[in-house]
């Protein structure tokens, strides 16, 4: 019998499996997935969810405003907001200031839905603990240590161009 050992195979690093940033990519779909039965009943996808979190905390933002905080241009920002708008949660108004600015308002629609909204991070929370089988410090180390990957990962990208 041969004893040689094996060689590790070169093309190792390029596999899917092997690749962070899809594992990130994959998590981020799969949360996506276990937000819609609790946004569905609102009205909301997560993406307009994610919108109206920053609202919440802060209103009359600026579109460019609202992109930063969310990591979005204003090109994949648009259309969340236009469907927000038409669905009756938001009002876009030019800024009066300065008129290239487009700020962004709750309606009472947009107000109410926070009350309505409270159980969705309890309930992702208990999923969360259920699914991963830790307590909620755990999770919270968890998400700070994906912030901190986010933040450098950004930072060094800024750096390289």
Known sequence: MDQTPSRPDPFDSLKLGN???????????AFTGAYKPLLDPLGLTYPQYLVLLVLWEEEGLSVKAIGQRLHHDSG???PVLKRLEKAGFVRRRRDAEDERQVR??????????RTKALEVPRAMTHAMIC????????????????????AALRKGATNAS
């Open 76 to 78: 994949t920002l648009t």
């Open 19 to 29: 690749q962070l940033c899809f594992a990130i990519y994959a998590a981020a779909h």
């Open 131 to 150: 699914a991963l089988g830790q307590p909620e410090p755990e999770i919270q180390a968890l998400r700070r240590a994906v912030d901190q990957l986010q």
């Open 104 to 113: 962004v308002e709750l309606t009472d629609k947009g107000r109410d839905t």
